[in-house]
């Protein structure tokens, strides 16, 4: 055997799956992405202006960083752009963490943590949720008797949504300090109304936060999600990374969405208050759904319910969701939130195949 290291990696599983979705006549709520299309033009629109070398020459990532440090107002010294906020997980783990370190993540969530967490082999201490959707902070604290290392909080997480103020993050912020743990908030849902977790990083050394663009920006095709920390934790995790971090196109798709910042919060609007509608109408089907900020709801079928059957219905409408979820959630799905008019659509389609 020429491989001398990390032969563990050949009893990972990983697939490269090709999920069959319609992806331009399904209604696609299964992923948290952006159900509408953006306008047809948005390509000509973002290449308008660009010179002739622009695919000849390789990427210029630099306007992309000032953009954003004025976006956040945030020091571009304080960011790494990476691979979507899957990027800053990864990197996060390989360069902080050794085999055997200590980490927690909210469990259920999203599910590369499990998988890098494998990779490198880490100990991963999931905070479960309990079948009410709480889960308790007495695990943190169990979590951080222990040499912990990371604390991993998506905020707001998903499936099962939690969403913490920033007096509660800061509280648990200061008890990851006291044990010397690295604390992360995930911030994919951000700007469908969840608080802001970056004021933390002025009052705490300790405090990482990610971002993407694959949410509230609705442009999870682009792979940029990025990672915020102060300059002496970036010393370290941003050396790793590639000689060119982003390609040009994806690069050039992101500064196009920071410049037109207004249609994205539009669209956020937009998202939040159709999550209202549709959880009206779940009410008047007498369904129960979970979720304040961000762009998913967890829907609750009653006792008895054949879930899985609803969900091959819906699939077979092309209509895609996520779930049921194993146990305690097994009578519950997800649904990823679009504007109002694709809505309607799965609310009829739902009530249908209901009566
Ligand atoms: C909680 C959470 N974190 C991170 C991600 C990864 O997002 P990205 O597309 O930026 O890699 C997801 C994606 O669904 C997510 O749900």
Redesign the pocket.
Known sequence: MFVKKNLHLKNINRIRVSEGRDLVNGLRLD??EKVDNWEKNILENVLNGKPECFLSTYPEISTLYEKLSKHLNVNKNKLLLT???????KNILEVLCNPGSNIAVLSP??A?YQVYSDIFRLNLFPIKYNEELYFSEKDIEKFLENSPDILFI?NP??PIESCLSIEELKKIASKCYDKNCILVV?E??HYFGADSSLPLLDDFDNVIV?R????AFGM?SI???YTICNEKIMSIISKPRLAHELSSLSIAIAEYLLDNYDKVREYCDEIISSREFVKEELKKLGLKSHGYKGNYLLITFHNGTNVSEIVNKLYSEKIYVKGPWEKPWSRSITITIGPEKLMKKFIENLKFIME
Request: hydrophobic share 25%; glycine share 12%; charged share 20%.
């Open positions: 992923r948290n691979s979507g906020i899957d990027g800053s997980i969530t999203y590369m998506p997480n998903q995930d994919a849902y990610l993407t663009f694959s949410k999870p792979r940029v999600g």
